[in-house]
């Protein structure tokens, strides 16, 4: 059973994971969940939530699927969300500017939502380094008022530890989703 965070009116807040489809939301959250590296098995269509608990919180998490005809339902979401994770695979560059468009889409509709951005795939030999990632989303446009955090991530090895970056990760997403 999983918590959920609830605003004053009552209405619960979840932590969205957007991105293009294929970027590797639903490897990432699983992995984040069990602490171990699992690939997901097959692409989400639609809505896919995960409840991941840490030492004192339970949180949970939304992905909404990344293929076009899903895109119209993150608008929909995104005044329910208390934080949003946004991934991209570093190694598509082809599709980087569309992601950029996206995530710049989704963020000006809420000047304040915290944006975590997981530069995934960086065990892919042409992935873009986080710099890069940073540039080619134009992150630096994300506006003032916002935290902002860029991390880059992989989902390798099945079954093995996942690494620090992403333990550092669910760490900080939990201190940020407890103080919004
Ligand atoms: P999505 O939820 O964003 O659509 P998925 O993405 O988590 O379904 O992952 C899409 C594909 O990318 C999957 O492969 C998955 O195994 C792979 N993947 C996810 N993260 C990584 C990563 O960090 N590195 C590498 N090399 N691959 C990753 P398939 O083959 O099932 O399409
Ligand atoms: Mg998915």
Not at 24 to 47: C, D, Y
Not at 65 to 85: A, N, Q, T
Not at 145 to 152: I, N, P, Q, V, Y
């Amino acid at each position: 059973m999983c918590m959920t965070f609830r605003t004053s009116t009552g209405k619960s807040k979840q932590i969205l994971v957007l991105g293009l489809d294929g970027a590797g939301k639903t490897s990432v959250l699983h992995s984040l969940a069990s602490n171990r590296v699992q690939h997901s098995l097959a692409p989400t269509q639609g809505f896919h939530e995960v409840c991941i608990s840490t030492e004192d919180r339970k949180m949970e998490f939304l992905e909404i699927g990344g293929s076009e005809p899903f895109r119209s339902y993150w608008d929909m979401y995104l005044p329910k969300g208390r934080l949003l994770i946004f991934v991209v695979d570093s190694a598509d560059h082809k599709r980087l500017p569309e992601a950029k468009k996206c995530l710049h889409q989704l963020i000006e509709q809420n000047p304040e939502l915290p944006l975590v951005v997981f530069a995934n795939k960086q065990d892919l030999e042409d992935a873009y380094h986080i710099t890069d990632i940073h540039d080619a989303l134009a992150l630096s446009e994300v506006g003032n008022d916002r935290k902002m955090f860029l991390f880059g991530t992989q989902v390798t090895e099945n079954g093995s530890e996942i690494p620090s970056t992403m333990q550092d990760a669910r760490d900080l997403i939990a201190h940020l989703a407890a103080n919004m």
